[in-house]
């Protein structure tokens, strides 16, 4: 079953400045509140069988009302940027209790609202709250159930992590990692790595935009060399050691009026 992102954001900050807690807990478990938040939305989260930090974590108490039960690929694909996140993603922090203060073990657990804010159960209730009210950030994890493709946090993502290339009317301007170049050569190495002139480029994410003859606008996310435009299956784009190349469906009557390439590093 797949569930709207939108609907499990606006479930979870309807609770935001309540003393929400489940009343068969003995306390107020932030993962029970991540639950209860994805079960109303009619998904059950599964348990983590070994969570991220396993190796850190196997000698304490385990269980469905701990952070790191959430942290496991059971429960999807794991995002290893802030700066990736989309909305409906859960997040996790380390170090956000004192006992905690010098442990590597996952302490806390949030859901991505969106614009850099998350909401989660903290020991005073459930607040709506920037994502670095906790300094600690560890991964954030994209549940199976999500529906909704998204796009990363790009506008808060450090400038020197993020290159942008823009194609308009066959005229080229971009900024490399921030600082704005004359000429920008785009392609691939033989493992998949995408390049910016010859240098490695380590992307965590990579968005393609592109606008057509009418104004509108199209988005996709590379993987594995390959961008499929979101609702638009008959565009694709492909970025290959020759650079990137665009194909459009004849039948679509489509043509392209400017490309954006926003690259984040990790």
């Keep these: 079953m797949l569930v709207s992102s939108s609907k499990i954001v606006d479930y979870a900050k309807s609770f935001d400045h309540s003393a929400w807690r489940d009343p068969a807990s003995p306390g107020p478990f932030c993962a029970l509140f991540v639950r209860h938040v994805f079960r109303h939305c009619g998904f059950n989260l599964p348990v983590a069988s070994k969570p991220s930090d396993w190796a850190d974590s196997k000698h304490m108490s385990q269980g469905a009302a701990f952070a790191n039960s959430l942290a496991g690929d059971e429960i999807g694909l794991k995002i290893t940027s802030k700066y990736q996140l989309r909305p409906g993603d859960l997040v996790f922090w380390r170090q956000t209790y004192a006992e905690y203060a010098n442990s590597p073990v996952i302490t806390h657990v949030g859901i991505y609202a969106g614009n850099h804010q998350v909401v989660d159960r903290g020991s005073s209730g459930v607040h709506f709250r920037s994502i670095d009210t906790f300094p600690n950030f560890v991964e954030g994890r ?27 009317h066959g005229r080229v301007s971009a900024k490399v990692r921030g600082t704005p170049v004359s000429a920008v050569r785009l392609g691939a190495d033989s493992t998949g790595a995408i390049m910016i002139n010859g240098q490695l480029t380590h992307a965590s994410s990579f968005l393609i935009e592109m606008q057509d003859q009418n104004g509108r606008w199209y988005k996709g996310y590379l993987h594995d060399r390959r961008c499929n435009f979101i609702g638009m299956n008959k565009i694709n784009c492909t970025v290959s050691n020759g650079g990137l190349s665009v194909e459009i469906d004849t039948s679509t009557g489509i043509k392209a009026r400017s490309i954006v390439m926003t690259i984040v590093e990790a």
């Design 142 to 168: 994209r549940p199976r159930c999500i529906s909704a493709v998204g796009g990363e946090d790009i506008d808060h993502a450090p400038p020197n992590k993020v290159s942008k290339i823009e194609l308009v």
